[in-house]
């Protein structure tokens, strides 16, 4: 069945991130990048508000998964599967065949390049290709934040440790 992209996705998508009210005023993730930081204490805060976005996302990685594998992307020989580590990011959704043998963009243009397939189902394969599209690009800000987090807190850390020797 054919689902516009605003059905499917979900809130993160549109704006707000999961759990969080919608309206005009950013999200607190997104306030936290867009003010001025005021020591290593409004770092820490930030860090830990996208660990757990970010744990969410591993969630909604695998619920994404398990949505669509069935049905349509398994009548076309095709998964969507997260890939890459998990321990300290947000996985990245990639195309794969069944055998996983193969992944890729290629796969799904092929499948949308097939003569067979109805205009409902080419709708309902482009919208799932949106939403894995706004994911990864949702995972790559927080993964690119998070990795620097990771380097500028102990950084700061160090440099506490050194001011204290020194006093």
């Known amino acids: 069945m054919y689902m516009a992209i605003e059905m499917m996705a979900p809130s993160c998508y549109h704006g707000s991130a999961p759990g969080r009210s919608s309206g005009s005023a950013p999200n607190a993730y997104a306030k936290g990048l867009l003010k001025p930081f005021k020591g290593k204490g409004s770092l820490i805060r930030l860090r830990d508000e996208l660990e757990a976005e970010a744990a969410a996302m591993v969630q909604e990685a695998v619920d994404i998964e398990q949505r669509y594998n069935f049905g349509l992307l398994s009548k076309l020989g095709l998964l969507i599967r997260h890939h890459g580590e998990h321990n ?3 996985p ?3 195309w794969r065949d069944r055998k996983a043998k193969k992944m890729g963009n ?3 243009e092929g499948a949308m390049a097939r003569r067979d397939l109805s205009e ?3 709708r309902e394969l482009y919208d799932i ?3 894995r599209c706004l994911f990864n690009a949702q995972a790559g800000v927080i993964n690119s934040e998070l990795r620097r987090l ?4 102990p950084t700061l850390e160090r440099a506490d440790q050194v001011l204290a020797k020194e006093v």
């Open 88 to 90: 300290h990011r947000v």
């Open 92 to 94: 990245y959704l990639r």
């Open 106 to 108: 290629a796969l799904w």
């Open 120 to 122: 409902p189902m080419r």
């Open 129 to 131: 290709e949106v939403l």
């Open 150 to 153: 990771r380097t500028v807190i």
